[in-house]
């Protein structure tokens, strides 16, 4: 899975930020007082693990860490507690399907086990080309939107398994479907419509 750390035959024995993102981590630190260097650690690690192909491998923390002045367990502590960040190579596309109660009483079970028969693979996973690594998360936080999918940096809302399967069919084309709710409604708005101060009594 790609929370587990990658084995070391993987790991790169180096890892420098790029003259572009070691000026953006360096923006990132000025934001803040002297001493409280630390602070950027969040930024810096999404930037190294973008660079990197999504993913984290030690010496892209060891870099963090050293720019920042912070020992080299002190980011891997914060890069273990949050799920954004990778630790072992995943695929082209990072597909997480929210599986928490709201999500789970609209199909997200469905979706999920649509996803894994349809890629032929497990939770943790990625598939065979490459292209997607198949997750779960616990709240995504838009639960009126059940089932939600985290896909990289987007939301698709609403997602039932068939609709999974088609997006999932889309990123493997090359293409990019619209993130958000994928039934006809507007953002959180009630899928009947909007109900709010129409009737106003008299």
């Not at 963090?64 to 980011?75: E, P, Q, S, T, Y």
């Not at 999920?112 to 065979?128: F, K, P, Q, V, W």
């Not at 889309?170 to 953002?187: F, I, K, M, S």
């Amino acid at each position: 899975m790609s929370r587990e750390p990658a084995p070391d035959a993987v790991q790169p024995t180096s890892f420098a930020f790029t003259d572009d993102n070691l000026s953006r981590v360096k923006a990132f630190v000025g934001r803040y007082p002297e001493g409280r260097q630390a602070s950027a650690v969040l930024p810096a690690l999404e930037l190294a693990q973008r660079q990197h192909d999504n993913w984290l491998p030690r010496a892209a923390m060891d870099t963090v860490a050293d720019l920042l002045g912070m020992a080299h367990i002190r980011v891997y502590e914060v890069a273990t507690f949050y799920e954004m960040f990778n630790l072992s190579p995943i695929g082209q596309h990072h597909v997480r399907v929210c599986t928490t109660t709201p999500c789970q009483l609209r199909g997200a079970m469905e979706v999920l086990a649509r996803l894994e028969g349809h890629l032929d693979i497990g939770l943790g996973d990625t598939s065979a080309d490459g292209q997607i690594t198949l997750g779960e998360f616990e709240c995504l936080g838009a639960c009126v939107n059940a089932p939600v999918v985290w896909i990289d940096d987007d939301y698709y809302e609403d997602v039932d398994a068939d609709k999974a399967v088609e997006i999932i069919d889309a990123l493997r084309r090359g293409e990019r479907p619209t993130p958000g709710p994928q039934v006809d409604r507007h953002a959180s708005a009630p899928i009947s419509g909007t109900k709010t101060l129409l009737d106003v009594a008299d």
